[in-house]
């Protein structure tokens, strides 16, 4: 292969525009260096490499930014222009490749060397050549841009091809890029190819632009003939008092609201369908109601928050006595708020018993935090629609609940309670809790998809709250979305509190009296907490409060003394109340054989559980009655499983469960029980049976039992030791797991109880039972005489031959 022959040359940069061999193209030319560079050549009488820049936008091209193929051009004219440019006449010679660019202080210098084309004797060449003329001359008749005559004429006589193919795709309509790559292909056969195809595609182009504007000229005579008609239907519409009117309120109260994008373009086309239909159609009224929900939604419009930690922590207080951990939560995210422009709205879910405030305080939070407050009630709520809303296609479709309460709330960022979230049901009709998934997902409440709107809601500001009572209505996934927060039973001492600040007051004023007519001392109040009301809450308390009102009332009419004072003591609550409902104090008055007090847990709080049993003779059989669930009756199982395996060490005849039946029963038999808790309490009772001994009325236990006697850990500790204080026991005995839940329990309750820790049942029995005096509960018993009297004959046989 011969050596190139590496020339240097000065070079010109040029801005969208390829150059071809045998062109003669002006050039206006006002960069300093380009200038130079021409001048130099008209001087030397040298030619001048004339090369693309590859991006346009470049005042000052160095050599990266230029491509390595171009064009060797004579300078054949330069002309000076008043305003400092030069006006040069070039002609493009032959193709050249630049082997190495050289940048100088003047201009810029580049070796290059000729490329020469290839493939010139091929025989595909003819006919490649009079294909291009051919289409050359369709080419020349479409091109919007007008190709000069002597152009047209000068191909259709040209015989020589590379002469043709630089001629034509100097003139041809395409990008830089295009004409670039054109250049560069050294074959000739390729060239031909290349821009034979490019013209083809030019022309189909052509074909395709001139078939759309035909039909765009066609709709917009349709859109003219529709206009027109439209008009008419107005003028006609407006003489008989019909449509014309509501349209341009409701188009006007559309342009008014503020919309996202999206929504404002599906508006825009219900909008369209809307004044084409006839104003009696149902689908008319329907598309109506369409529109006017989505102008009573609030899309942008949202609540100016007001972010005081002070004045929020002083509003909570005001409202509500307790509930720290609920409080700490919203102090924290306002705290958080005030440090970030956007925060994602927390999903918080209050649990607790009937009455302790969950519904009340979400009121309070929206005072707090200077917003709105919307409550949807799910209680009862069994389809899926009800929350997701129906689709348009059924007749009286409606939106959800979510979206009927924005409407209501008419902002996007109100504080949103969903009370009652665990009393949801399911049915064939599908299930609520899964439609609330998207709802409460921080990830896609974004764009809360209802069925009725079809449109992507923004929910993510919305301060949503559920209250519930129990979680095990609630399933797995959407507890999974939710802050839980559990909120306990209140203390004597805090409805003591609750009453004399706020239920008092609050019911005198609603029954017409004034602050100062009716006193309720501490001691009234406490009679009404402990014989007049058992619950978690203040509901009832806040009943009978309103009861001693009504009947002070009616006294002070009878009697004509309209300004009398009413100072209420303990004694003169059972004057207004009646017999009191609940006894007070300790369940027994005595310590009993078989019977002992356990702590429960129920939905509106804790309760003291006795469990009693009773011996007969008989068959071994044993009996558990009370209304107890299938875990509860199972415990027993266990419990007495217990005892057997620790017979011998309880001073029982091994064989004792054959001579004699065991009945466990629980009183108040309508109420179901279950639950594993009572597992050591039922163990508890029937050793105290069996071994006649009785228990410490003083002393409440809870804990789940196993085989071996192990002590497991239980929940809803603090409403149990609530139950223990309001029944006056002072001893409790509780699983050793639970002493971490401890922290949870107000300290006053935890400083009025004496608790022991324990891990096995053994524990249990050594506090629980009153043994006399020099009596012990266990006996020391070898581990073989066990073995002996719980294991088989054939077992002992091997055993005994190995022994010799």
């Known amino acids: 292969m011969s050596e190139r022959n590496v020339t240097r040359y000065p070079v010109m940069p040029l801005r969208d525009i390829v150059l071809f061999p045998g062109m003669i193209a002006p050039l206006v030319v006002g960069r300093k260096n380009s200038i130079r560079a021409l001048e130099y050549a008209m001087e030397q009488r040298s030619l001048i490499f004339l090369v693309t820049q590859k991006d346009a936008g470049t005042d000052d091209p160095l050599s990266k930014d230029l491509y390595r193929c171009g064009v060797l051009a004579s300078v054949i004219q330069l002309l000076r222009l008043p305003d400092g440019t030069i006006k040069a006449l070039v002609e493009g010679k032959r193709r050249a490749a630049v ?28 006919a490649y050549t009079n294909e291009l003329r051919h289409i050359f001359e369709e080419y020349a008749k479409i091109s919007r841009k007008k190709i000069p005559t002597e152009i047209i004429k000068a191909a259709a006589v040209m015989e020589h091809p590379v002469r043709l193919v630089d001629l034509i795709s100097a003139h041809v309509q395409l990008q830089t890029e295009e004409k670039q790559e054109l250049l560069e292909t050294v074959s000739l056969l390729e060239r031909l190819r290349r821009t034979v195809e490019i013209l083809y595609r030019e022309i189909e182009i052509d074909e395709l632009e001139k078939s759309i504007d035909v039909k765009v000229r066609k709709r917009l005579a349709d859109n003219q003939r529709n206009y027109y008609l439209g008009e008419k239907v107005k003028e006609i519409q407006q003489e008989m008092g019909q449509g014309a009117d509501d349209h341009s309120e409701l188009q006007e109260a559309l342009d008014k609201k503020e919309l996202p994008e999206a929504v404002r373009e599906k508006v825009t086309r219900e909008m369209s369908k809307l004044k084409a239909m006839p104003p009696m159609s149902a689908e008319s009224t329907v598309l109506r109601n369409y529109l006017d929900t989505i102008i009573s939604l609030p899309w942008k419009e949202k609540t100016e928050v007001k972010i005081d930690i002070e004045e929020a922590e002083t509003i909570l207080d005001q409202d509500h006595y307790g509930l720290k951990k609920a409080k700490e939560r919203i102090l924290e995210y306002l705290a958080v708020q005030a440090q970030v422009e956007k925060i994602r709205g927390p999903i918080l879910c209050l649990v607790g018993p009937p009455g302790v405030g969950k519904t009340s305080v979400c009121k309070s939070i929206a005072r707090a935090m200077n917003r709105k407050f919307v409550r949807l009630s799910l209680g009862g709520v069994r389809d899926e629609a009800e929350i997701r809303g129906h689709r348009r296609t059924y007749i009286g479709a409606l939106p959800g609940k979510i979206i009927h309460s924005m409407q209501k709330a008419e902002v996007i960022n109100p504080v949103f309670c969903l009370d009652e979230v665990d009393k949801m049901s399911v049915d064939f009709r599908g299930d609520p809790s899964s439609a609330l998934l998207e709802v409460l997902d921080p990830e896609q409440n974004s764009a809360f998809n209802d069925h009725y709107l079809d449109l992507d809601y923004d929910l993510s500001e919305v301060f949503f709250i559920a209250t519930a009572n129990n979680l095990h209505g609630i399933p ?16 004597e001492e805090e409805k003591l509190r609750i009453a004399q600040d706020y239920l008092a007051p609050k019911q005198l004023e609603r029954n017409g009296f004034a602050e100062d007519d009716i006193i309720f001392s501490e001691e009234a109040v406490l009679e009404i907490v402990r014989r007049y009301t058992r619950e978690a809450g203040v509901r009832d308390m806040e009943r009978t409060i309103a009861s001693i009102c009504r009947k002070v009332a009616r006294e002070r009419l009878q009697h004509k003394e309209l300004e009398k004072k009413y100072q209420l003591s303990d004694e003169s609550v059972a004057k207004y109340l009646g017999v009191p409902k609940h006894r007070y104090g300790l369940a027994e008055k005595r310590d009993e054989i078989g019977l002992v007090t356990g702590l429960a847990w129920t939905e509106v709080g ?4 006795q469990i009693e049993t009773a011996l007969m003779l008989g068959t071994g059989r044993m009996t558990v009655t009370g209304k107890l669930g299938e875990v509860m009756q199972e415990s027993a199982q266990a419990a007495l499983a217990y005892v057997r395996s620790r017979s011998m060490r309880l001073g029982l005849d091994v064989g004792f469960y054959q001579k004699v039946d065991i009945h466990v029963h629980v009183p108040e038999g309508a109420i179901p029980k279950d639950g594993p808790s009572a597992g050591i309490t ?3 009772s029937i050793v105290s049976a069996l071994l006649k001994v009785p228990v410490d009325r003083q002393l409440a236990m809870t804990g789940e039992i ?8 239980i929940g809803g500790l603090t409403e149990k030791l ?10 409790v005995i509780l699983p050793k797991e639970n002493e971490r839940n401890l922290a949870d329990v107000p300290e006053k309750v935890r400083n009025s109880l004496e608790i022991f820790f324990v891990e096995h049942v053994d524990e249990v029995l050594s506090r629980a039972l009153l043994l006399r005096e020099g009596e012990e509960l266990f006996r020391e018993i070898t581990l073989e005489s066990i073995y002996h009297d719980v294991s088989l004959s054939a077992h002992n046989t091997p055993a005994q031959s190995l022994g010799h």
């Not at 797995?476 to 203390?491: A, F, K, N, V």
């Open 682 to 684: 039922i163990a508890t």
């Open 706 to 713: 196993t085989l071996r006697g192990r002590v497991l850990p």
């Open 722 to 731: 609530l139950a223990a204080r309001r029944g006056g026991i002072t001893r």
């Open 99 to 126: 082997s190495a660019y050289t940048e100088f202080s003047d201009f810029l210098r580049a070796d290059v060397y000729d490329l020469p084309d290839t493939d010139t004797a091929n025989p595909e060449l003819p």
């Open 606 to 609: 804790g309760e003291l559980l």
């Open 476 to 491: 797995l996934p959407l507890q999974d979305r939710m802050e839980i927060i559990h909120l306990s039973g209140y203390t």
